[in-house]
């Protein structure tokens, strides 16, 4: 995950994980402090997204191990 941050939301300061069951409550982090919990942050749930707020960047995980990047589209007025 650290190279997607890398690579994807470099200047990134915090991201929001959505789990896949609606059962777990998304959570805003900020990157640093997530950064040294990973390997527990993945063994929770093998499918997940990330997104960066600053970058309007989403990642997801899946179970298969396929990532998928995509940069989301901001609307008219910017934001």
Do not use: N
Not at 23 to 31: G, K, L, N, R
Not at 34 to 58: D, K, M, N, T
Not at 66 to 75: F, G, I, L
């Amino acid at each position: 995950m650290d190279t997607l941050i890398s690579e994807y939301a470099p200047v990134a300061g915090r991201m929001v994980i959505f789990w896949d069951s609606l059962a777990i409550p998304s959570v805003e982090v900020d990157i640093g402090l997530l950064s040294r919990f990973w390997p527990e942050v993945v063994g929770q749930h093998a499918e997940f997204c990330v997104y960066f707020p600053e970058e309007a960047i989403l990642v997801e995980l899946s179970f298969a191990g396929r990532v998928t990047v995509a940069k989301v589209p901001k609307d008219a007025s910017g934001s």
